[in-house]
């Protein structure tokens, strides 16, 4: 399919130190992309990527953290790309506030808040760089109090430690008047058997709570994460290897292209080698062809590769880089990644019948 999706990391710094952030914020000197860079990599990705349809992310860091630099490039983005072009970006919430609400809504660009679930769910891994007794959740909660929630979202990532409250978390979430809803387990964390039967009950248990919403005639949340398990599902079906073709374009704030964002998880300067072009000269497409190269023949010497529904890429891009073996890193995935998937695609097959299913996952654009 080629590249759709520039997904751009304004900043390396941020007001959080999450446990399992896997970008490498607040390390060395603080970086951030310039306006100028900003627009000509806009203008490079609208003009220069084909593809029928794009979307633009803005991430961090904390991407409100500079928020007139994140409005005017956010304003350039909606003039240059017009209505087709999707926006999104995704913070923290811990600088939300019914002004800035009004901007993105007036920009349409969909925002989705990290958070985890109740307070001792999310504190557990989401905590102040600074200031780390402080509860990040208590802070979200009562900048979004109050705030209409149909262009807000939510983001879940849960670990072996916190899945057992998972389906709970996103109870919480819905009755707060989320309309997006999308969650990831951690997929670099180790997790033990036991923990990962938690998943499957817990992901059975989604199964029979998504369906009951459907069946009462209830408005359902949207599950983010649903539609490239649909798509890459029905690949798999096709025997087509569409991990082979990332679709994201990886600005790094240093104004780098990069091949992957997992290399990100270095430091800036640390992961030189993973550089494909910059704000400034473009893509080095080769090159870039060059390192899925040589992480596909990796992955597929070694048997995996096959009716993959995650890109496996990242693992070794960020085992390479940060000197680790990529084997067990690799194995590890493959087992969280297969649980996770599994119990969605059972999801799917449960309720893709139902004509508001199908309305929702099938016949709308995704985002």
């Not at 200031?131 to 849960?158: C, Y």
């Not at 983010?224 to 290897?241: D, F, R, T, V």
């Not at 640390?270 to 390192?291: L, S, Y």
């Not at 087992?335 to 449960?350: I, M, P, Q, Y």
């Amino acid at each position: 399919m080629g590249p759709d999706h520039l997904a751009v990391y304004l900043s390396n710094s941020c007001n959080l130190a999450c446990s399992y952030c896997y970008v490498s914020v607040n390390q060395g000197p603080p970086v951030h992309l310039s306006l100028a860079a900003l627009k000509r990599s806009v203008d490079y990705f609208l003009e220069k990527v084909e593809g029928p349809s794009k979307k633009i992310t803005f991430l961090g860091g904390e991407p409100f953290l500079n928020w007139p630099l994140f409005q005017d490039i956010a304003r350039y983005a909606r003039a240059r790309g017009g209505p087709g072009l999707v926006l999104q970006t995704f913070t923290n919430g811990t600088l939300m506030s019914p002004e800035r609400l009004v901007f993105l809504d007036s920009q349409e660009v969909h925002t989705t808040i990290s958070l985890d679930g109740r307070k001792a769910a999310n504190d557990k891994h989401r905590v102040y760089f600074k200031n780390k007794e402080r509860s990040v959740f208590d802070d979200v909660m009562g900048r979004i109090k109050g705030l209409p929630k149909d262009n807000l979202g939510v983001s879940l990532v849960f670990t072996h430690d916190t899945i057992d409250e998972f389906l709970s978390n996103v109870d919480y979430f819905y009755k707060m008047g989320f309309w997006r809803i999308t969650f990831n387990p951690e997929l670099y964390d180790v997790w033990p058997e036991r923990k990962l039967s938690v998943m499957r009950a817990q992901l059975k248990g989604l199964t029979r709570y998504y369906k009951l919403i459907l069946e009462k005639n209830l408005r359902p949340f949207q599950i983010q994460i649903l539609y490239s398990i649909m798509e890459n599902a029905g690949k798999n079906k096709a025997g087509l290897k569409w991990w082979h073709d990332c679709h994201n374009v990886v600005l790094g704030p240093e104004g780098q292209f990069y091949a992957c964002d997992k290399p990100l998880a270095l430091p800036i300067g640390k992961a030189e080698a993973q550089h494909v072009g910059n704000a400034d000269t473009g893509m080095d497409w080769a090159k870039r062809e060059g390192h899925y190269a040589e992480a596909i023949d990796f992955i597929e010497q070694r048997g995996w590769g096959k009716d993959e529904t995650f890109c496996p890429m990242g693992v070794y891009f960020y085992a390479k880089e940060a000197g680790k073996d990529p084997e067990p890193m690799m194995a590890n995935f493959h087992k969280v990644a297969e649980v996770f998937a599994d119990g969605l695609l059972e999801l799917v097959a449960e309720l893709e019948s139902h004509p508001v299913f199908q309305d929702i996952y099938v016949n709308a654009r995704v985002v």
